[in-house]
């Protein structure tokens, strides 16, 4: 069965950095555009990030464009996130997604767990 | 990039039936049809319930139905069951490689 399992999560100070990473299994993950997706405390769903399946294409909130950057490593079937200049507001579950295409953004069939990622000033 | 209006809040006993709104515009709900909807249970990452308007992945219950008029898309959950209550968020496609969410509605079971 699909699994996605995000990791690197924790507490950083404001304007640091931190890398997400999503390990993925079940499915041949070459195949499939991988999102990132955050839920801050309390809140509704963001959309982030996509990267298309050979990762040629890579797409990004107006929120964090600039400073997140979505990359994927197919020879180890994983997904990252590498976080720069990190505000508070950026604090949030960040979901690992993989879509229905090839490409995206279209919808997301299987999500992981969350990571949380708590910003302090 | 602004969010897809939702109620705040739905409601209704076992057995009937709800319909959860989602309202966009011209550049999003109205030009494409790649709306889905997730459910989320308090906790617990969103499930996929509906994509492309009105498409149901495997597993899911045909209790649950999409549909799209304009720009605003609906959910329906019919025949309402105590595990129904959770969360549930819309998204649209949007445009020059954007996807958008709703505020989200949080669904009662009475």
């Known amino acids: ?121 | 990039q602004s969010a897809l209006t939702q109620p705040p809040s739905a409601s209704g006993s076992p057995g009937q039936s709800v319909t959860i709104s989602c309202t966009g515009t011209s550049s999003d709900v109205g030009s494409y049809n790649y709306v889905s909807w997730y459910q989320q249970h308090p906790g617990k990452a969103p499930k996929l319930m509906i994509f492309e308007v009105n498409k149901r992945p495997s597993g899911v219950p045909d209790r649950f139905s999409g549909s799209k008029s304009g720009n605003m898309a609906s959910l329906t959950v019919s025949g309402l069951q105590a595990e129904d209550e959770a969360d549930y968020y819309c998204s649209s496609y949007a445009g020059n490689n954007n996807l958008v969410f709703g505020g989200g509605t949080k669904l009662t079971v009475l």
Request: charged share 15%; glycine share 10%; aromatic share 14%.
């Open chain 1, 1 to 121: 069965q699909v699994q996605l399992v995000e990791s690197g999560g924790g507490v950083v100070q404001s304007g640091r950095s931190l890398r997400l990473s999503c390990a993925a299994s079940g499915f041949p993950f070459s195949s499939y555009a991988v999102h990132w997706v955050r839920q801050a405390p309390g809140k509704g769903l963001e959309w982030v990030a996509v990267i298309s399946s050979d990762g040629s294409n890579k797409y990004y909130a107006d929120s964090v464009k600039g400073r997140f950057t979505i990359s994927r490593d197919n020879s180890k079937n994983t997904l990252y996130l590498q976080m720069n200049s990190l505000r508070t507001d950026d604090t949030a579950v960040y979901y690992c997604a993989r879509d229905g295409y090839s490409y995206g953004p279209f919808y997301f069939d299987s999500w992981g767990q969350g990571t949380l990622v708590t910003v302090s000033s």
